[in-house]
Structure formats: structure tokens, C-alpha cells
Nanobody, 127 residues
Framework: HVQLVESGGGSVQSGGSLKLSCVAS????????MGWFRQAPGKEREGIAA???????DYADSVKGRFTITRDDARKTVYLQLTNLTPDDTAMYYC??????????????????????WGQGTQVTVS
């Protein structure tokens, strides 16, 4: 079982930046695919960034060029750097993990169904 704990959310003004962190449990963290999703009120959950164990990344068009996903396997932590934020980025941000190396259909997927563990979320509000 993998536990994920996000932090780093908050309230910022348009144009501001935040850095989200997600600490994972598990001895095979280096094999996990890690993803970040977000969900705004009344909207579906959206995959925005993913970083696979081989370094493959993918980003949603809505955040490409503004958000950056990185990982520190020694700290079992994945980060999401958010820059040039707008009110449209206001949402609950969730970290997700897939520990099923060898059974992954895609590298760095942005589909929620491809992940089997989820954090509780951290709120980002942009005004």
C-alpha cells in the first residue's frame, strides 16, 4: 500500500508561483509513475502532469510551459512547480501514483484510471 501526502498549496495572486510537494511511502518509489491532477468545483478531474520512472514526462496543454514536474527519488517526493498562475488554475490538486511497473499501458499517463493510489489533495487558489 502506498500513501501520498501533498503540501504546498495556498492562495496567490495572478502571476504568482507555488511549489507543490507530494511525499510517498513504499520501498520501490523509484519504479512508480507519479502524476498530478486537479479538480475545480463543478468540473471533472484533469490530469495536468506526469513523470514516469524512466524520466518520461507529459503535460496537459493548459499548463504546458507554466508547470514543471520533477522528482527526488531519494526523498520519495514529487514536486509540481506552478508559475504564471491565473484564476483558472484554482482547484484542488491531487498527487497520484502507479506502482505497477511492468503492467503500465502508457508512459507518464494523464488518465486517472492509470493510477492506483491518490493523496488527499492540496488547495490552490488564485485571485
Amino acid at each position: 500500500h502506498v500513501q501520498l501526502v501533498e503540501s504546498g498549496g495556498g492562495s496567490v495572486q495572478s502571476g504568482g508561483s507555488l511549489k507543490l510537494s507530494c511525499v510517498a511511502s513504499g520501498s520501490r518509489y523509484h519504479t512508480y509513475c507519479m502524476g498530478w491532477f486537479r479538480q475545480a468545483p463543478g468540473k471533472e478531474r484533469e490530469g495536468i502532469a506526469a513523470l514516469d520512472s524512466d524520466g518520461t514526462t507529459d503535460y496537459a496543454d493548459s499548463v504546458k510551459g507554466r508547470f514543471t514536474i520533477t522528482r527526488d527519488d531519494a526523498r520519495k517526493t514529487v514536486y509540481l512547480q506552478l508559475t504564471n498562475l491565473t484564476p483558472d488554475d484554482t482547484a484542488m490538486y491531487y498527487c497520484a501514483a502507479d506502482d505497477r511497473l511492468g503492467f503500465r499501458r502508457y508512459r507518464a499517463p494523464l488518465y486517472a484510471d492509470e493510477y492506483n493510489y491518490w493523496g488527499q489533495g492540496t488547495q490552490v487558489t488564485v485571485s
